[in-house]
């Protein structure tokens, strides 16, 4: 759990305490509203806190760049009991602190970077609102892999809301490998990205698995009058046994082995093929060093094994050391 989710928490516990005209909070009763506050949101498990760390916050409560809280100290004997000097404070009705402002103000950056989405309606309102609140003309600072001429990128804000609002589309594409479009009765559930192109997936009428459509090949959508088919599908786990987005019917994980030259080893060390990947130093063998993947054997993970050329070279499966010959075969008859 976040720590700055936690002191959220205890920040909010202090405030409603020391919000209360009606009753005397001593420190020993703080730790107690904290410490029940930080149980309730962590599910009813049990979460202590030290009366230093109250001490710690309140002194952060009562910081000029934080909250500047009118926190005051009553004597009673020797005793101290605190709360607001205002009876109208509330840390929920400051504005943002200048860390805050900080932090939107970098979102707001984040999502002026994603120039492929700006015709998503709820993307710019939350735009505008958070400008408002920043007012920042701050330049950016942070780069993006992004294709203003990305096709297809129109249909995303549609699908993201049928998906949301559970509405069924009659659905347009058109293959590259056939001459006519074809339209599916399309149940959309999930949309996905990959190597910068976007996947929309969900249930197409009339067909036993789920439909994979890329955005750049969807010709027309348009919502129509039917029952929605919702189903309950964990999608992390889903594509959890691939590289990319395509699943074969009746795929099965594979054990994969690769011998990795030094060259390509480190890059693949900092920015894994995939979560699977493991070192098998059984497999080291002068500069090049073995590596095992699981996962289903399709497209994508093809095309990244050829992308590093001659630095990676195949063990098992057979069937993949087979079409890794067959493929590399062909390219170098280009080339005679």
């Not at 000029?64 to 005793?79: D, H, L, N, Q, W």
């Not at 003309?137 to 297809?152: E, M, W």
């Not at 074809?182 to 789920?210: A, I, M, Q």
């Amino acid at each position: 759990m976040a720590k700055n989710k936690l002191a959220v928490v205890r920040y909010h516990a202090l405030d409603k305490c020391f919000s209360d005209f009606n009753r005397k909070y001593y420190i020993e009763d703080l730790e107690i509203a904290v410490e029940k506050a930080l149980t309730a949101f962590n599910d009813g498990k049990k979460k202590e806190v030290s009366r230093k760390q109250i001490y710690e916050d309140i002194k952060f409560m009562k910081s000029e760049k934080v909250y500047s809280a009118p926190i005051e100290e009553f004597k009673e004997g020797k005793r101290v009991f605190r709360r607001y000097s205002s009876r109208s404070y509330s840390i929920l009705n400051k504005g943002l602190t200048p860390v805050e402002i900080d932090m939107t103000q970098d979102l707001v950056l984040l999502l002026n970077s994603l120039s492929g989405f700006e015709n998503m309606e709820w993307v710019k309102e939350l735009m505008t609102r958070l400008k408002d609140i920043t007012e920042t003309d701050a330049p950016s600072v942070i780069g993006f892999q992004k294709n203003p001429y990305l096709a297809g990128i129109e249909y995303f804000d549609p699908l993201y809301q049928a998906i949301r609002n559970k509405r069924v589309l009659e659905l347009t594409y058109k293959s590259f490998t056939k001459t006519d479009p074809v339209c599916y009765t399309f149940h959309p559930y999930y949309l996905k990205e990959y190597n910068n192109r976007w996947f929309v997936l969900g249930r197409s009428e009339g067909y036993d698995e789920l439909s994979l459509f890329p955005l750049d090949r969807i010709e027309s959508i348009k919502t129509i009058k039917k029952d929605y088919c919702y189903e309950e599908i964990d999608f992390d786990e889903y594509f959890d046994d691939v590289v990319g987005v395509s699943i074969k019917k009746d795929a099965q994980v594979e054990n994969i082995k690769l011998l990795v030259h030094k060259d390509s080893w480190f890059y693949l060390k900092t920015k894994p093929l995939h979560h699977s990947q493991r070192n098998i130093t059984e497999l080291n063998n002068g500069d090049y060093y073995g590596m095992g993947l699981k996962v289903i054997i399709n497209h994508e993970l093809k095309a990244n094994l050829l992308y590093r050329g001659s630095t990676i070279k195949v063990l098992e499966p057979e069937s993949l050391v087979q079409w890794m010959k067959e493929e590399t075969s062909r390219m170098s008859a280009n080339y005679i």
